[in-house]
């Protein structure tokens, strides 16, 4: 099991970046959730969640990242998931969230969509 790291990143006076490494299961999802939180408690609802160092994502980290969601779009916002690889995009299709979440590629082009 690879441990969980999340980094924060302001990188618009609107936008902040939470940059993931690890897994995000029973075990660490409520860090990943704490994380969230945070950014929103300080009225910020444009994030972008960096997966591309996420090695594992169980059906608890996807329901944080739904739950999320929502919060952010009840605000306004949006989260977008930035270049998350071929396992967790796995999971996220398998639960059915892939159409329910905004993805991106590139920073530049997660930047764009989050503003969207």
Not at 61 to 72: K, Q
Not at 85 to 99: H, R
């Amino acid at each position: 099991m690879a441990r969980l790291s999340i980094s924060r990143e302001t990188i618009a006076a609107d936008v902040e970046l939470l940059k993931v490494s690890g897994d995000v299961d029973a075990h660490t999802f409520e860090d990943l959730e704490s994380a969230m939180t945070e950014v929103f408690a300080q009225g910020c609802y444009r994030l972008i969640i960096d997966a591309t160092d996420v090695v594992y994502v169980s059906s608890a980290g996807a329901g944080v990242l739904m739950a999320a969601t929502l919060e952010t779009e009840a605000n306004a916002g949006k989260i977008v998931v930035l270049n998350p690889a071929a396992a967790t995009l796995d999971v996220l299709d398998l639960l059915g969230l892939t159409p329910l979440l905004t993805i991106a590629n590139s920073r530049e082009e997660a930047l764009a969509l989050v503003r969207k």
